[in-house]
């Protein structure tokens, strides 16, 4: 596991005009090319104890979407997105541990999602909706006077890829010792492997060149998008979202346990209703900086 740094919430504000984060290869706000090398040291924030660790994720731009000899691509027509701010990023799916804080505190709605699993602190929150996802945002943001949401899709494909321009983070394959999915059949994107059948503990992989882990597979992730087709010219480029469209159908990214390695490529994308609630679809949150 690589190296971090804690820094209190106080000091975040400090460390970015006194350019700490730039000392980072991970954290300057050039555009991303390649990722950083192994062994860099991300910046981690954490705003209390309950809250998320956070991850620093600078600006940059990058190719959005999937090249047309990309394998299983949707439709993902290929486009410039400039993300203008640096942010930051959970560095795991939220937790069930993090989802009960929520609870206890007063927050989430009261609403207590199964765990068919059982609710072992390092076990990413399913059962949730887009509603329950930003709810739990809604909450961070109260608790710590930080603003808390939910990525935008542009932001989480970004920081899915860590400067990749492959179909994974990782490379043009992933396998199942990369990632949660269903690798139980050999495929042109994944070697023949292990389908467990369930989510499995936050960080049980390698992080990517950001930092984050599990951006690929375990569970589906929300993010703040109204669903469209396709990336029309309407849509946003400068990573906000897309706030246009079918509103009641809020977009999914990651893939999850129980999916095939198309579905976990860093541009695959699906949509589901606001109120929908799966085993396999769950939370990852964004902080401004």
Known sequence: ??????????????????GAVARSPLAKTSTVKHPAPAGEKPLVIKDCRDCPEMVAVPAGEFMMGSPQTELHRGAEAQHTVTILRAFAVSRFEITTAEWDACLKDGGCGGD????????????????VSWNNATAYAD??????GHRYRLLSEAEWEYAARGGSKDAF???????AGQANFDAS????????????GMAVAVG???PNAFGLYDMHGNVW???????????GPALPRDGQP??????GGRILRGGSWEDGAADLRAAARVASAATDRSWSDGIRVAREL
């Open 1 to 18: 596991m690589r190296g971090v740094w804690f820094v209190a919430a106080a000091s975040v504000a400090a460390l970015l005009s006194a």
């Open 112 to 127: 207590k999602p199964d765990a068919p699993w059982g609710r072992a602190s390092r076990m990413p929150v399913v059962n």
């Open 139 to 144: 909450w961070l943001s109260r608790k710590t």
């Open 169 to 175: 983070a990782f490379g043009p394959k992933l396998s």
């Open 185 to 196: 059949s050999k495929t042109e994107l994944n070697p023949k492997g292990p389908m467990r």
């Open 204 to 206: 049980s992989f390698k």
């Open 221 to 231: 992730e929300w993010v703040e998008d109204c669903w469209n087709d396709e990336y």
């Open 242 to 247: 897309a706030l246009t469209g079918d509103c």
